[in-house]
């Protein structure tokens, strides 16, 4: 028979003396909820006892959100009001405590003599008090054995003896003294000098008079390139310059994408005008400079005189025949006729 335990009135768990007859059940998802981890004791005070003591916990069992509680022949043994609680504990912590008020109806001939709580119970508390004697005894012995090790280490000495080479290492101990026996180590047969040769190969002499000889470690020779320029692109302004190589080893070929430069602001407009214009040796070069400021240059020329011409052909012969009209003279030219 299964019993809701309550909170709110007092509720039965049996006849006086039943075993197993009934089981209590006790809601707990509520704390299962809050501490999913959370362990439950039972403590049951029969009627007329000062102490309540410890329900076994193989009289009880969590099944879902539910403690059940198999009520045994000890928890019934007095008849009368009696009090149960519910422990939670999440890891060494309580953090639920609930208080339930049962009581045991009486049954007729029931022996008068009340039997302790729960023998099994007692046996366990017996069992656990020899058993911590036992470990006090063994941790006693330990710490004595402990000491005894510690007095024979402050008290020992150490020896080293050297074997024969490719012996095998031994070990013992007698009246405090470890002996450790070291076999000794084969001759090595170590570099004595090297010599680095014109080849680039190093040759080693060892202690015994042998040697060796490296290969080279002079590395192949490398060519050298024929580097020519390939294309040379404009990139956006602002744009990152971009350097590829193509070709081969022996002639790469360098490609380049410039970014074209921002726009610059608008210039001034220059108002020219001439400045000084001179003449030149003839055969000499014509030459220009610009004078002024960038909004107002001023250009300055040099010209160079002409070479003289050739003389030209002979002109008409000229007559003065008199003075015709006063203040002024004429000249009649008369043409030379051949004869």
Not at 25 to 43: D, Q
Not at 181 to 205: C, E, K, R, S, V
Not at 244 to 266: F, M, S, Y
Request: no cysteine; charged share 15%.
């Amino acid at each position: 028979m299964i019993i809701d335990a309550v909170k709110d009135r007092p509720f039965s768990i049996g006849w006086q003396g039943e075993n197993g007859a009934r089981t209590v059940r006790f809601s707990v998802g509520g704390i299962l909820a809050e501490f999913p981890a959370a362990t439950f004791t039972l403590l049951n005070r029969r009627h007329g006892d000062e102490e309540a003591y410890p329900v076994p916990d193989t009289h009880y069992s969590v099944s879902g959100d539910a403690l059940l509680w198999v009520v045994m022949s000890g928890d019934t043994a007095t008849a009368g009001e009696s009090q149960v609680q519910l422990v939670a504990r999440n890891g060494n912590a309580v953090v639920k405590t609930e208080v339930y008020y049962t009581y045991v109806e009486a049954s007729l001939g029931m022996d008068e003599d009340v039997p302790e709580p729960w023998q099994g119970w007692v046996d366990e508390v017996t069992e656990a008090a020899e058993s911590a004697e036992q470990s006090a005894a063994d941790a006693q012995e330990a710490k004595e054995a402990a000491q005894d090790a510690q007095e024979f280490l402050e008290n020992a000495s150490a020896v080293a003896e050297t074997l024969e080479p490719g012996s095998s290492a031994t070990a013992s101990v007698a009246q405090g003294v470890f002996t450790f026996g070291i076999p000794q180590g084969l001759t090595g047969n170590g570099i004595a000098w090297a010599l680095l040769n014109a080849d680039y190969t190093l040759t080693l002499t060892f202690t015994d008079g042998s040697t060796y000889t490296t290969p080279s470690i002079r590395g192949a020779v490398g060519v050298t390139p024929n580097l020519t320029v390939g294309t040379v692109s404009t990139g956006a302004p602002g744009s990152s310059v971009v350097i590829t190589i193509t070709g081969t080893a022996e002639n790469p070929v360098l490609n380049l994408t410039i970014p074209r430069g921002d726009k610059g602001e608008t210039g001034a407009t220059p108002a020219f005008s001439i400045g000084t214009v001179s003449t030149g040796l003839p055969g000499s070069s014509a030459s220009a400079s610009i004078t002024g400021t960038a909004a107002a240059p001023v250009l300055n020329l040099t010209i160079p005189r002409g070479d003289k011409g050739e003389q030209g052909d002979p002109g008409l012969e000229s007559v003065l025949v008199g003075t015709l009209i006063t203040g002024s003279q004429y000249r009649l030219a008369i043409e030379r006729v051949s004869n």
